[in-house]
Nanobody, 121 residues
Framework: QVQLVESGGGLVQPGGSLRLSCAASGSIFRLNTMGWYRQAPRKQRELVAVISSGGSTNYADRVKGRFTISRDNANNTVYLRMNSLKPEDTAVYYC???????????????WGQGTQVTVSS
């Protein structure tokens, strides 16, 4: 019913920048909190940043000051601007969205397929 499609990952040198995008589509009545999570090899998935429908944001301590989350409500898209990237930022980045679909009052969360970010020289 709802699809999240991420783009923008890739290989970047330490200190470099990338911007991830995630577009939501489908039977969306209301798109609430959206966010980015990441999972490095042999580690659990962790929160990177989230943004409410009203624009309030929250970041993991290890990315504060380097990453910026934003959203375009008109286009159901969330972005993650990543600056000053470090090797430890290497992970698969997943988009997440809490959505109320047409025909229901319940909110469910959806996940994208993930996009690889590799920070290496």
């Amino acid at each position: 019913q709802v699809q999240l499609v991420e783009s923008g990952g890739g290989l970047v040198q330490p200190g470099g920048s990338l911007r991830l995008s995630c577009a939501a589509s489908g039977s969306i009545f209301r798109l609430n909190t959206m966010g980015w999570y990441r999972q490095a090899p042999r580690k659990q998935r962790e929160l990177v940043a989230v943004i409410s429908s009203g624009g309030s944001t929250n970041y993991a301590d290890r990315v504060k000051g380097r990453f910026t989350i934003s959203r375009d409500n008109a286009n159901n898209t969330v972005y993650l601007r990543m600056n000053s990237l470090k090797p430890e930022d290497t992970a698969v980045y997943y988009c997440n969205a809490w959505v109320i679909t047409w025909g229901t009052t319940n909110e469910f969360d959806y996940w994208g397929q993930g996009t690889q970010v590799t920070v290496s020289s």
